[in-house]
């Protein structure tokens, strides 16, 4: 079979495996992830060049409308891309938050939250929805809902935000619980439900780092966490499991941070 694969110019690998579980030869999970990066660079590129032409774009017309065609096409592409990469390629949270982004322009509607505080009374047992192969923002953001918020959350994974009603989407596009302006989604949702916590808002500050990859380097924490999670990505196939896996890293964050001694203010003898 890869004889012929490759008698039509196509490529193949074969491996040899025995009981392929989670813990997958390191072998085949990092030729999945090879197989699927280089889709994600080029989808990349053309979103990045798509959204170059939207500076000066008027409110309406044929242009827009074109644009607006192409974003869709490439939407499409990105979620059959998606629907092999089993193990999560690097580039997919890069293409997913440039898409967003794209598809916000030229839409001309960015989500906007709800006037006033939400009551976490009100989302008390729970399905919170988010999307697939969850990165820095989703995790925290599970760690949040579930300390915070709803202690008895179930989380799931979907690719769009779901027509189910009492389902919760979060950290998806065009949904409330999501980024807003420089907000990312943990900040939003310890906005909306008013966690106020010294140890939240340093957790805040990092994951916003991590997540929108910023220049300015506001703890210096960030860059460890940063690749712990994507080591956790790595390592875990299952969904469910990265999502607490990530969760109690937050947790262990969460609880170092809030038994540090405060430091008291001195005050100057005259």
Same mark, same amino acid.
């Given at each position: 079979?890869?004889?012929?694969?490759? &008698?039509?110019?196509?490529?193949?690998?074969?491996?040899?495996?025995?009981?392929?579980?989670?813990? &997958?030869?390191?072998?085949?999970?990092?030729?999945?992830?090879?197989?699927?990066?280089?889709?994600?660079?080029?989808?990349?590129?053309?979103?990045?060049?798509?959204?170059?032409?939207?500076?000066?774009?008027?409110?309406?017309?044929?242009?827009?409308?074109?644009?607006?065609?192409?974003?869709?096409?490439?939407?499409?592409?990105?979620?059959?891309?998606?629907?092999?990469?089993?193990?999560?390629?690097?580039?997919?949270?890069?293409?997913? %938050?440039?898409?967003?982004?794209?598809?916000?322009?030229?839409?001309?509607?960015?989500?906007?939250?709800?006037?006033?505080?939400?009551?976490?009374?009100?989302?008390?047992?729970?399905?919170?929805?988010?999307?697939?192969?969850?990165?820095?923002? %989703?995790?925290?953001?599970?760690?949040?809902?579930?300390?915070?918020?709803?202690?008895?959350?179930?989380?799931?994974?979907?690719?769009?935000?779901?027509?189910?009603?009492?389902?919760?989407?979060?950290?998806?596009?065009?949904?409330?619980?999501?980024?807003?302006?420089?907000?990312?989604?943990?900040?939003?949702? &310890?906005?909306?439900?008013?966690?106020?916590?010294?140890?939240?808002?340093?957790?805040?500050?990092?994951?916003?780092?991590?997540?929108?990859?910023?220049?300015?380097?506001?703890?210096?924490?960030?860059?460890?966490?940063?690749?712990?999670?994507?080591?956790?990505?790595?390592?875990?196939?299952?969904?469910?499991?990265?999502?607490?896996?990530?969760?109690?890293?937050?947790?262990?964050?969460?609880?170092?941070?809030?038994?540090?001694?405060?430091?008291?203010? %001195?005050?100057?003898?005259?």
């Amino acid at each position: 079979m890869k004889t012929e694969i490759e &008698a039509v110019k196509g490529e193949a690998t074969v491996f040899a495996a025995h009981a392929v579980d989670r813990g &997958a030869d390191a072998e085949i999970l990092v030729a999945f992830r090879k197989a699927r990066e280089p889709d994600y660079r080029g989808l990349f590129e053309e979103v990045q060049a798509l959204l170059s032409r939207t500076g000066d774009l008027p409110p309406r017309g044929a242009l827009r409308r074109k644009l607006l065609r192409r974003a869709q096409k490439l939407r499409e592409r990105a979620s059959a891309i998606q629907r092999i990469d089993y193990f999560g390629a690097p580039g997919r949270d890069d293409v997913e %938050r440039a898409l967003e982004d794209l598809m916000e322009r030229l839409e001309g509607k960015t989500p906007k939250p709800v006037a006033g505080r939400l009551r976490s009374g009100d989302y008390r047992g729970k399905l919170w929805v988010t999307r697939p192969r969850p990165g820095i923002d %989703r995790m925290a953001s599970a760690w949040l809902i579930k300390r915070f918020i709803d202690s008895r959350a179930r989380f799931a994974f979907m690719e769009k935000p779901p027509e189910k009603r009492g389902a919760v989407p979060f950290d998806m596009y065009g949904v409330e619980l999501s980024h807003h302006g420089s907000a990312c989604t943990f900040e939003t949702l &310890a906005a909306r439900f008013g966690v106020q916590n010294p140890a939240v808002t340093w957790l805040g500050r990092i994951v916003n780092e991590i997540d929108f990859k910023g220049e300015v380097k506001a703890e210096p924490e960030a860059a460890g966490i940063g690749r712990l999670v994507e080591g956790l990505r790595k390592l875990y196939t299952d969904d469910q499991e990265l999502l607490e896996r990530g969760a109690a890293v937050f947790e262990a964050l969460y609880l170092s941070r809030a038994a540090e001694p405060k430091k008291e203010k %001195r005050t100057r003898r005259r």
